[in-house]
C-alpha cells in the first residue's frame, strides 16, 4: 500500500477550455505551494477552505510562469478523497497540463495509478464500495445506458437499496434478539408465522434485485453475442451493420471469416460483446476453415444470444438444417434471434422450419436495415426491468451478486431453523445474512441490531 | 482528605468494596493463596442485592455457569439461597437457555459474609477507603478515614455504586449509596490525581411493598419450575430440587398509569434536567417507558419475594425517579396494587465509573500496573457481570503476584471473555448488561458446557477441588463415548419406531438408521428413543441432555468453530506495547487517536474498535509485517 501524496491530469487529454489536475495525500499543500504563486500574494493557508484562489503556476527552476490558474484546497477529512487535496484548473492542452504535471512530481507528488483516488476515497470512509464501484463503470462506461446507470450507482441509489433491504433484515434479527434476550416482557415481538414471511418478503426483493444482474451485465459488462449462419449467408454484412464501418473483411468468397473477431458494439441500449465466426459448411475445404468452424460452435456455446442468419433467397439446405440443430439444442438457455438476408432477392426460403425461432428480421444489402427494430428486440430480451434500471436498482458485478446469493442462502436457512425451533441457530444466520448483505456496502452489522431492539421495545427487565 | 496516620499492616490483595464483584475477587485471590484483605463500608453491606433479589437471566445466567465453573462463589451462594428457580428460553434452542433464581437477598447477604469469615487468607475489614496511592519500588498504599494505612502488592477497585454516589427522588436529591448506605466520596479524587478518568452513570431500582397489602386474586400467578435446575456443580441436586418453592406474580400499568404519569412528567428529575447522566437502556424507569413508547397500552410487573421470610415485595419493572406522591399514585392504579402499603420508595441513583478502555482485558489499568478494576466501578450493571468481572480480576491479581502470565479470556471461550472484550474494547455509553445476542460464538458458549470449557483453567488456578475435577472428567468421558456410541449404532426398522416418528410428524423408516441421524431430526430426542434404543448404557441423565445438544448442533458447532478458528489467528497477532500509531501512514485520523487511546493487545481486539476499519486493519497488518522483517 502506498501513502505518498499523488498528483494526476483529472480532464481527459486534448484540448478544452479548461482541464483539471488533482493532488491529493498529506503533502498536497506543500506540495502546491511550491509551484503556485497567488496574485493576492496572500498564502493558501490563509484564504477560506474550499475557496478559488487565482494565481500563477510558476516552473520550479527557472521561476518561469505557465499559465495563470484557479487553486482549490480541500483539507482533509473534507474532500473526495478524505486526505488533503488540491485541485487546480489551467488552460486545457496536453502541453500545458503536463508540464504542471511534471512540475508537481517534481515537487513532491507521485503519479496517481488509475482509479487510485477513488481507492482513497473508499478506504477514507467517503465512498460506499458500490459506489466506489459505480465510479469505476462510468469512467469505463461503453454506452451513454451505461455511464446513466453507473452515475445512479454513484450517487448510492444501489447503496440506498442495499440499506434498505438491510433494514428489513435488521428488523427481523432485532425481534428475535429480543424474543430471545427479552422472555419474559410481553414484547411485541413477530410470531413464527409473521417472520417466516417477512423472510420470504425480503428473498424476493433479494432475488429481485439478482435477476437484474442480466441486465445490470448487459448494460455495464456488455451480453456475449454471435452470429451464425452458412457460408457466405451475409454474416459479414450484418456484423458491419453494428459497427458501422467495415471491420471485418466481407467479400462473397465462403469461407472468408477464418478466425473470431469480437467488439464491443451496442444494440439500443444494451452492449454486445459480438463475435463474427467462421461461416457454418458441412465440408471444411482445408485445416485452417475447419478450426474456424469449430471455433464457431464453441464461441456459439459461451454466448447468450445468437443472431441465426438465414439466406432467402435459397431454399434451406443442409448447412441450413446444421445451424438449426444447433439453434434447436441451445433454445432454452439462449436468447436467438433469426435474420432472413438477401430480402431484395427473390423469395425462395419457405420459413415454416424456421417459425420456432419467432420472428424473424430482415435484412437485404441495398434496403436500409431497420436497426431500430433488432435495438428493440434486444432491449426487450436484456433489459428485464425498466423500473429498476429507471431506479439504479441494478447489480453489475459478480461480487455483489455472489454476496446476494449468499444473502439468500443464509435467509432460506434462518427459515427452516425458526419453523423447526431452534431459534439460536436461526438468530446467527440472520447476522450472518445482514452482514453478507452489509458486505455488498463495505459494511459491517455490529451494534445496529442492539440499537433496533432498544428503539423498538419496551425493554425493562 | 484523610491522611495516613498510621502504619495498619501489609496484604498481598487489596479489594476494595465487598460488593459481588469485590468478594469472587477477594475469594479467588485469597484461594490462590494470597493474603488478601477485603474492606467494606459497611459489614451489613457485604453481597448486597439492592435492586432485583434474584441471579441469573438471559445471558446472566451463561455468566454465573461460568463463574462456577471458575470457582467462584456466586452460584453457590444462589443455589443456597433459592427461592424460586426457572429456566428461561426452553424450547428456543439450548444455546438461549438461561437459569435465574429468585434469592433471599438476606440469606445471600449472610452467606457471603460467613464464607468471608471462614476463608483462609481472607481478611474482612469495615473501613472506607479514601486513598490509594502508589508506593515508591512498587506497589500500593490504601488509606482509611479513619488514617489507617495498608500496604498492597495489588489493589482491586470494585466500589460498585457508592463513588460519589447520589439518590435522586423528585427534586429531593442527596449523598448517600444503594440503599441508604454511606457513599464513598473521597476515592473518585485520589484515582484521579493517578489519571484515572471518571463518568457518571445512572440507575435505578423499583419500589418494596408490603405482601399482605396485594390483592393477589387480580394477579397472575408464576410459579418456579417444576424440575428446578441449579447453578452449581457442588450443589447436592436431591435437596436443591426438593426445596419448596415461592410464587412470583405479574401485574400491569394501565391507561391511568400512564395518564399519571404524563401529568408529572415535568416533576421527574429525567425530563426536568436534573440527571444528566447516562442510564441503561435495557432498564429504563416507568417514566421513560410510557414517555418513549406512547402506543403501548400496558406495561407488565413483576411483583417477586425479597426474601423467605419477609413480607417485603420487590416491584419488578416500576423503577422510578418521580416524586414520591406520583410513585403513590402510580402503584395505587395499578390493577391488585390499588391498596399496596410502600416499604422503600423507589429512587434513582447516580455515581462514578471508570471509562473501561483504560484497562487491560486482565482488568488491570493499562497505565497502573498492580491496580485492576472489576463491577459497576468499570461501567457494567448487574450482580453476574460484576462477579464474573471481579473472579478474573483476582484470579490476575494473584498470577502478577507470582510473576506468572495474566490470564485472558477471549470471545470464543466464554461470555465472561465476550463482556470483558466489549468493555476494553468498544468501551461503552450506557451501564453494560450482559445478552445472548452480544456473544457471536453462543453455539459454542452453552450453560450446559461451560464447564467443560473452563474446567482446566479452573484446575490450574487450583479454584477447584481435585475431587471436582475427577467427577467432571469422568462425566465428560461418558458424554464423549455417548455421542460415539449414537454415531455408530443403527437402530433397525420397526413398527415401534416409526409409531414413534409418526408421533412427531417425522417421516417413517424402512432401513436401519443411525441412532445419531434420528436425534438430529426435530422433535426427536433420547426420551422419545427410550422403546427402541435398548442397548443404552445407564448414566445419568446429565449425559443425554448433554449428548443430545452435541449431536443435534454438531453440523452448526463445526461451522461456529471454522469462524472462530479465523477469530484465533487475528488474536495471535499481538501487536507490540509502545507503538506509535500516528507514525503509521495510511491509517485514517480516526484509526490512529482510537488505536492510540485503546492500546489493543492484539489485532483481533483491534479490529473490534469503533472508528477502526477494515481498511485501517489491513494498514496496521501491513506494518506490523515490515516492523516484523
Not at chain 1, 486526505?83 to 488552460?91: G, P, R, S, Y
Not at chain 2, 502504619?7 to 469472587?24: R, S, Y
Not at chain 2, 428461561?88 to 459474609?113: C, E, F, I, T, W
Not at chain 2, 432401513?511 to 438430529?520: E, F, H, V
Request: with cysteine.
Amino acid at each position: 500500500m502506498d501513502f505518498s501524496t499523488i498528483a494526476a491530469v483529472s480532464t481527459p487529454p486534448g484540448k478544452g477550455g479548461v482541464a483539471l489536475l488533482r493532488v491529493s495525500g498529506r503533502e498536497a499543500l506543500a506540495v502546491a505551494e511550491q509551484i503556485f504563486r497567488p496574485f493576492s500574494e496572500k498564502k493558501i493557508e490563509e484564504y477560506p477552505c474550499r475557496y478559488q484562489i487565482y494565481g500563477n503556476i510558476v516552473s520550479l527552476q527557472e521561476k518561469k510562469v505557465l499559465d495563470d490558474c484557479l487553486l482549490t484546497y480541500f483539507r482533509a477529512p473534507h474532500s473526495f478523497t478524505g486526505e488533503d487535496v488540491v485541485e487546480i484548473a489551467c488552460h486545457g492542452g496536453e502541453v500545458i497540463t503536463g508540464m504542471i504535471l511534471s512540475q508537481l512530481l517534481l515537487s513532491g507528488a507521485v503519479m496517481a495509478k488509475p482509479g487510485e483516488f477513488s481507492r482513497r476515497a473508499f478506504m477514507n470512509g467517503k465512498l460506499s464500495l458500490t459506489a466506489a464501484e459505480g465510479i469505476a463503470d462510468l469512467l469505463d462506461a461503453k454506452t451513454e445506458a451505461a455511464a446513466l446507470l453507473s452515475s445512479k450507482t454513484v450517487r448510492g441509489k444501489l447503496s440506498d437499496t442495499i440499506s434498505n433491504l438491510s433494514e428489513q433484515i435488521l428488523f427481523a434479527a432485532s425481534s428475535l434478539w429480543a424474543y430471545l434476550d427479552y422472555p419474559e416482557e410481553d414484547l411485541q415481538t413477530m410470531g413464527d408465522g409473521e417472520m417466516l414471511s417477512h423472510l420470504e418478503g425480503i428473498i424476493a426483493s433479494c432475488q429481485k434485485l439478482l435477476d437484474s444482474f442480466e441486465t445490470g451485465r448487459a448494460i455495464q459488462s456488455g451480453i456475449p453475442a454471435v452470429i451464425v449462419g452458412k457460408p457466405n449467408v451475409g454474416k459479414s454484412t450484418f456484423f458491419n451493420l453494428f459497427l458501422g464501418e467495415e471491420k471485418a473483411i466481407v467479400t462473397s468468397v465462403p469461407g472468408t471469416t477464418r478466425d473470431v473477431i469480437e467488439y464491443p458494439v451496442t444494440a439500443g441500449r444494451v452492449l454486445l460483446n459480438l463475435a463474427d465466426t467462421a461461416g457454418m459448411r458441412g465440408n471444411a475445404a482445408d485445416q485452417v476453415e475447419e478450426i474456424g468452424i469449430e471455433k464457431a460452435l464453441s464461441v456459439a456455446k459461451d454466448s447468450k444470444l445468437i443472431f441465426a442468419l438465414f439466406d432467402r433467397s435459397r431454399p434451406l439446405d443442409g448447412e441450413d438444417e446444421m445451424v438449426l440443430d444447433l439453434l434447436r439444442d441451445c433454445k432454452d438457455e439462449k436468447k436467438i434471434i433469426p435474420i432472413l438476408t438477401k430480402c431484395d432477392l427473390e423469395e425462395k426460403l419457405s420459413c415454416e422450419p424456421l417459425a420456432f425461432l419467432g420472428e424473424p428480421l430482415f435484412l437485404s444489402k441495398e434496403k436500409e436495415f431497420d436497426f431500430s427494430a433488432l435495438s428493440s428486440t434486444v432491449e426487450r430480451m436484456f433489459i428485464s426491468d425498466e423500473s429498476a434500471l429507471e431506479e439504479g436498482q441494478i447489480i453489475t458485478n459478480i461480487r455483489q451478486k455472489t454476496n446476494l446469493e449468499k444473502t439468500v442462502l443464509l435467509l432460506s436457512e434462518a427459515m427452516e431453523h425458526i419453523a423447526c425451533g431452534a431459534k439460536d441457530i436461526a438468530s446467527l444466520t440472520l447476522e450472518s445474512a445482514l452482514s453478507a448483505l452489509l458486505e455488498i456496502d463495505g459494511k459491517s452489522a455490529g451494534e445496529k441490531i442492539l440499537d433496533q431492539v432498544f428503539s423498538r421495545f419496551c425493554i425493562g427487565k | 482528605m484523610e491522611e495516613m496516620n498510621f502504619f495498619a499492616g501489609t496484604c498481598q490483595v487489596a479489594v476494595i468494596g465487598a460488593g459481588h464483584a469485590g468478594l469472587e475477587a477477594a475469594f479467588a485471590a485469597a484461594r490462590m493463596g494470597m493474603d488478601t484483605i477485603l474492606f467494606t463500608l459497611s459489614l451489613e453491606a457485604v453481597g448486597n442485592m439492592p435492586c432485583n433479589p434474584s441471579i441469573g437471566g438471559t445471558g446472566k445466567g451463561h455468566l454465573v455457569y461460568e463463574i462456577d465453573a471458575l470457582g467462584g462463589v456466586m452460584g453457590k451462594a444462589a443455589d443456597a439461597t433459592s427461592l424460586q428457580s426457572r429456566m428461561l428460553n426452553l424450547g428456543k434452542g439450548p444455546a438461549v437457555h438461561s437459569l435465574r433464581q429468585q434469592s433471599d437477598r438476606r440469606a445471600y447477604h449472610h452467606y457471603m459474609k460467613i464464607q468471608c469469615e471462614n476463608t483462609p487468607f481472607l481478611r474482612l475489614i469495615q473501613a472506607e477507603i479514601c486513598q490509594v496511592k502508589k508506593r515508591e519500588g512498587g506497589g500500593f498504599s490504601v488509606v482509611t478515614r479513619f488514617g489507617a494505612g495498608y500496604d498492597a502488592d495489588c489493589v482491586i477497585v470494585s466500589a460498585g455504586t457508592y463513588l460519589n454516589s447520589n439518590i435522586v427522588v423528585g427534586d429531593v436529591s442527596y449523598s448517600a449509596g444503594p440503599d441508604n448506605f454511606y457513599p464513598a466520596n473521597f476515592l473518585t479524587r485520589s484515582l484521579e490525581e493517578m489519571g484515572i478518568e471518571f463518568r457518571r452513570f445512572k440507575t435505578g431500582t423499583p419500589p418494596r411493598i408490603h405482601a399482605d397489602s396485594i390483592d393477589y386474586d387480580r394477579c397472575e400467578v408464576q410459579f418456579g419450575d417444576e424440575d428446578p435446575v441449579a447453578f452449581s456443580s457442588d450443589t447436592d441436586k436431591v435437596a436443591f430440587q426438593a426445596k419448596k418453592q415461592k410464587k412470583c406474580f405479574v401485574v400491569y400499568t394501565n391507561e391511568t398509569t400512564h395518564e399519571i404519569i404524563r401529568s408529572n412528567i415535568h416533576r421527574s428529575p429525567l425530563y426536568s434536567g436534573k440527571i444528566k447522566s447516562t442510564g441503561p437502556r435495557y432498564c429504563p424507569s416507568i417514566e421513560d417507558k410510557v414517555m418513549r413508547f406512547p402506543d403501548k397500552e400496558r406495561h407488565q410487573l413483576f411483583l417477586e419475594p425479597m426474601g423467605q421470610d419477609t413480607k417485603e415485595i420487590y416491584v419488578q419493572g416500576l423503577s422510578s425517579s418521580l416524586p414520591e406522591d406520583v410513585q403513590n399514585q402510580v402503584i395505587h392504579s395499578i390493577v391488585g396494587l390499588e391498596h399496596a402499603q410502600v416499604m422503600r420508595t423507589a429512587y434513582a441513583i447516580e455515581y462514578d465509573c471508570i471509562d473501561p478502555t483504560q484497562l487491560k482485558a486482565s482488568l488491570e489499568f493499562k497505565d497502573h500496573p498492580g491496580l485492576f478494576g472489576a463491577g459497576q466501578f468499570n461501567g457494567t450493571s448487574g450482580y453476574e457481570e460484576a462477579a464474573c468481572q471481579g473472579l478474573i480480576a483476582g484470579i490476575n491479581a494473584a498470577l502478577r503476584i507470582r510473576g506468572e502470565k495474566e490470564y485472558v479470556l477471549t470471545r470464543r471461550s466464554s461470555y465472561i471473555g465476550t463482556l470483558i472484550d466489549d468493555l476494553v474494547t468498544k468501551g461503552t455509553n450506557e451501564p453494560y448488561r450482559m445478552m445472548t445476542s452480544r456473544c457471536e460464538y453462543r453455539l459454542l458458549l452453552r450453560q450446559d458446557n461451560a464447564d467443560q470449557r473452563l474446567l482446566e483453567d479452573a484446575r490450574r488456578f487450583g479454584l477447584i477441588s481435585d475431587e471436582r475435577y475427577e467427577i467432571k472428567k469422568a462425566l465428560f468421558a461418558k458424554i464423549e463415548a455417548e455421542v460415539a456410541r449414537a454415531e455408530k449404532t443403527f437402530l433397525p426398522p420397526s413398527h415401534q419406531l416409526n409409531e414413534i416418528l409418526a408421533s412427531v410428524d417425522s417421516p417413517g423408516v424402512t432401513g436401519g438408521i443411525r441412532l445419531a441421524d434420528l436425534l438430529r431430526r426435530p422433535g426427536i430426542g433420547y426420551v422419545q428413543l427410550t422403546a427402541v434404543d435398548t442397548a443404552r448404557p445407564s448414566y445419568e441423565a446429565e449425559v443425554f441432555e448433554r449428548a443430545e445438544i452435541e449431536i443435534k448442533y454438531a453440523g452448526y458447532i463445526k461451522r461456529q468453530l471454522a469462524q472462530a478458528e479465523q477469530f484465533d489467528q487475528m488474536e495471535s497477532r499481538a501487536i507490540p506495547e509502545g507503538i506509535d500509531y500516528h507514525a503509521i501512514e495510511g491509517l485514517r485520523l480516526e484509526a490512529r487517536q482510537k488505536l492510540a487511546q485503546i492500546r489493543p493487545e492484539n489485532l483481533g481486539r483491534a479490529s473490534r474498535i469503533s472508528g477502526v476499519s477494515p481498511a485501517d486493519i489491513t494498514v496496521l497488518m501491513i506494518y506490523l509485517n515490515m516492523k516484523e522483517k
